[in-house]
C-alpha cells in the first residue's frame, strides 16, 4: 500500500486547512487510515483515524477543532483541521492499517501556522 498525502502548507492562526490522503496497491487489505503528527524532536502523536465502517477517533485535544472523513473517491481520506493554532505546526503523516497487523506510512505533509 502506498499512501499519498497532500494539502499542507502556511497558514494564519484562526485559519483551516483541508489534508487529503490516497492510498493505492494493494488498498482490499486497508481497514482504516488516520493521521499522525509530529514536531521535530518531539514524540509522534495521533491525530485521528476512521475506520472502513466511517467510525471516527479524534484525539481529545483536538475534539472540535479536527474532523476526518472519507472522500468520495475510493480510499481517500480527509483532515480537517479548523481554527488552527501555532501549536499544530507540525509534519502530519497518513496512516492506513493493512490486514490485522500492519501499518502503511504516507511522506509526511507540512503545516506551519503562524502567530
Known amino acids: 500500500v502506498q499512501l499519498q498525502a497532500s494539502g499542507g502548507g502556511l497558514v494564519q492562526a484562526g485559519g483551516s486547512l483541508r489534508l487529503s490522503c490516497t492510498a493505492s496497491g494493494g488498498t482490499s487489505s486497508i481497514n482504516s487510515m488516520g493521521w499522525y503528527r509530529q514536531v521535530p524532536g518531539k514524540q509522534r502523536e495521533m491525530v485521528g483515524h476512521i475506520s472502513k465502517g466511517g467510525i471516527t477517533n479524534i484525539a481529545d485535544s483536538l475534539e472540535g477543532r479536527f474532523t476526518i472523513s472519507w472522500g468520495n473517491a475510493e480510499n481517500t481520506v480527509f483532515l480537517q483541521m479548523n481554527d488552527l493554532r501555532p501549536e499544530d505546526t507540525a509534519i502530519y503523516y497518513c496512516?492506513?492499517?493493512?490486514?490485522?497487523?500492519?501499518?502503511?506510512w504516507g511522506q509526511g505533509t507540512l503545516v506551519t501556522v503562524s502567530s
Open positions: 496512516v492506513a492499517g493493512v490486514g490485522p497487523y500492519n501499518d502503511a
